[in-house]
């Protein structure tokens, strides 16, 4: 039988699926909606956000490194901390990553 283009199924069935452990990161998602292929940058500023050790570990196994070094790199939602932490983690300059762009002309965000 074949399946129409555009419908339900067929989108459900080429959705990538995410592991159910990362179900609690996305609490404000409709679970069912959210798309790794479709929506992997968002998906890793999360994870990396908020993520737990089982949670990173799945990402660092399924994403490569070079594309998770990218996100770190581009994103503007990762907070001071987590940029801190995977700044140290590549060895990246402030310079190289646009998150701190955002807070270097602020005095009060020192850190």
Not at 22 to 34: G, N
Not at 37 to 43: L, V
Not at 86 to 111: A, V
């Given at each position: 039988?074949?399946?129409?283009?555009?419908?339900?199924?067929?989108t459900?069935?080429?959705?990538?699926?995410?592991?159910?452990?990362?179900?609690?990161?996305?609490?404000?998602?409709?679970?069912?909606?959210?798309?790794?292929?479709?929506?992997?940058?968002?998906?890793?500023?999360?994870?990396?956000?908020?993520?737990?050790?089982?949670?990173?570990?799945?990402l660092?196994k399924?994403?490569?490194?070079?594309?998770?070094?990218?996100?770190?790199s581009s994103s503007?939602?990762?907070?001071?901390?987590?940029?801190?932490?995977?700044?140290?983690?590549?060895?990246?300059?402030?310079?190289?990553?646009?998150?701190?762009?955002?807070?270097?002309?602020?005095?009060?965000?020192?850190?």
């Amino acid at each position: 039988m074949a399946i129409m283009s555009g419908t339900a199924f067929e989108t459900a069935e080429k959705c990538s699926r995410l592991p159910e452990m990362l179900r609690p990161l996305f609490w404000d998602a409709d679970w069912d909606c959210v798309d790794f292929q479709r929506n992997r940058t968002p998906i890793i500023e999360r994870v990396l956000n908020l993520g737990n050790e089982e949670q990173l570990a799945w990402l660092l196994k399924n994403v490569a490194e070079e594309e998770i070094r990218s996100v770190v790199s581009s994103s503007r939602r990762l907070s001071r901390k987590t940029a801190r932490c995977w700044q140290n983690y590549f060895g990246l300059k402030e310079e190289e990553m646009k998150c701190f762009g955002m807070f270097s002309t602020n005095p009060d965000n020192l850190f």
